[in-house]
């Protein structure tokens, strides 16, 4: 059975309840349109549960994101680390994101939308884990290979093939796409070697 990244065994049914309708909500209105009220009511609980395990609403999506950032970066080490080719590396990245997205929609959507807003507060033992660093390494990697093509800066292609990902996140995200994992998994990895062999 699935267990979201951000939920820990030991963790009080009131906090578990609490971090589900936080996420839930975050993702679906926003950080700034939703309130400790609102997790609340969501949860079940009173304000004064929600205090109980977080000091406030910026400490209670802190902690998300960092969860799901993690959680993120972890997947996709564990995709690169398998393999040895940059095609095989690639593909299983991209599995590995698809199937994170399948598994906990939410957790993916506020790790990628909400980079920029709290990078900046993130403990800096997460920080070493750059999700940004990996697929470059990645690309890099598949330079000295010769699977990826010399004549496009590294940083494009790095910013190119993370963008590609987060944007189909997002329209997935809506429902407008109706594909099986194994489908999406292939048909992405096929447009991204096109854009890094051009």
């Known amino acids: 059975m699935f267990t979201p990244p951000y939920i820990s065994a030991g963790d009080a049914p009131a906090k578990?309840?609490?971090l589900i309708s936080a996420l839930k909500l975050f993702v679906s209105r926003g950080l700034c349109e939703t309130t400790v009220r609102d997790i609340a009511a969501d949860a079940g609980y009173t304000n004064p549960a929600l205090f109980k395990h977080f000091d406030s609403k910026e400490a209670l999506a802190l902690y998300l994101f960092e969860c799901c950032y993690l959680s993120l970066?972890?997947?996709?080490s564990q995709a690169l680390a398998a393999h040895k080719s940059f095609e095989n590396k690639q593909r299983a990245v991209i599995a590995a994101f698809v199937h994170a997205l399948h598994?906990?929609?939410?957790?993916?959507?506020?790790?990628?939308?909400?980079?920029?807003?709290f990078w900046p507060s993130v403990n800096p033992a997460i920080r070493k884990h750059?999700?940004?660093?990996?697929?470059?390494?990645?690309?890099?990697d598949g330079r000295r290979e010769g699977a990826v093509t010399a004549e496009v800066d590294i940083e494009i292609l790095t910013v190119v093939?993370?963008?590609a990902l987060q944007q189909f996140a997002r329209v997935w995200s809506f429902g407008d796409f109706q594909k099986d994992e194994t489908c999406i998994t292939a048909q992405l990895h096929s447009v991204l070697l096109r854009a890094v062999n051009a």
């Open 103 to 117: 598994q906990d929609r939410a957790a993916v959507l506020f790790a990628q939308e909400n980079l920029r807003h």
């Open 130 to 140: 750059s999700i940004l660093a990996a697929i470059r390494k990645m690309l890099e």
């Open 161 to 163: 093939w993370i963008g």
């Open 73 to 76: 970066f972890q997947t996709a």
């Open 16 to 18: 578990k309840q609490i």
